[in-house]
C-alpha cells in the first residue's frame, strides 16, 4: 500500500497486478485521484520537451526515432503505473475509472472528476456527474 497524503493517512492506494479489473465508487475514485493526477502531471513534464523537440524536427531526422521511442517508453510508463492502480487510460492524459456501469471520467488537467461515459461511449461525449447522478441514482454515487 502507497500512502497518498501524509496529511491525510488514513487513504491508501492499493497497487495490483498489471490488468486486473478494479470497480470504483465515485467516494473511492476521488480518493485516488490526487495520485493519479500526480503520476498524470509527472509524465506530462517529462513529455513536454520531447514533444517540442519532436514538432521541431524533419520528418527525416535521424535523431527522430530515439527520441520517438523515448516518448512511447514514457507513455507506456504513465499506463503502467495507472493500470496498477486499477484505472485505465482511453488516450493521453484521459484517465477512467470503472464503475460497474460505465467509467467515471477524468482528463489532465482537470481538478476533480465531473465526468461519466457509458461504455461505448466516446470520451469526448462525457455527460456531467451530477446529472447521472441525479437522473439514475446509481449504486456507486
Known sequence: MIELNEAEPSVLAQIGLLGEPKMFTLSEAKAL??????????????????????????????????????????????????????????????????????????????LRIAYFRGYQMDFDRRQSLAEVIENTAPDWA
Open 33 to 110: 485521484l490526487p495520485l493519479v493526477r500526480a503520476i498524470t502531471k509527472t509524465a506530462f513534464e517529462e513529455l513536454g520537451p520531447i514533444g517540442t523537440q519532436l514538432d521541431a524536427m524533419l520528418v527525416c531526422d535521424p535523431r527522430r526515432g530515439q527520441l520517438t521511442g523515448a516518448y512511447e517508453t514514457k507513455v507506456r510508463r504513465w499506463i503502467s503505473k495507472l493500470e496498477r492502480l486499477g484505472v485505465t487510460s482511453s488516450g493521453l492524459w484521459r484517465v477512467d475509472f470503472d464503475t460497474g456501469d460505465g467509467y467515471l471520467s477524468w482528463r489532465f488537467p482537470e
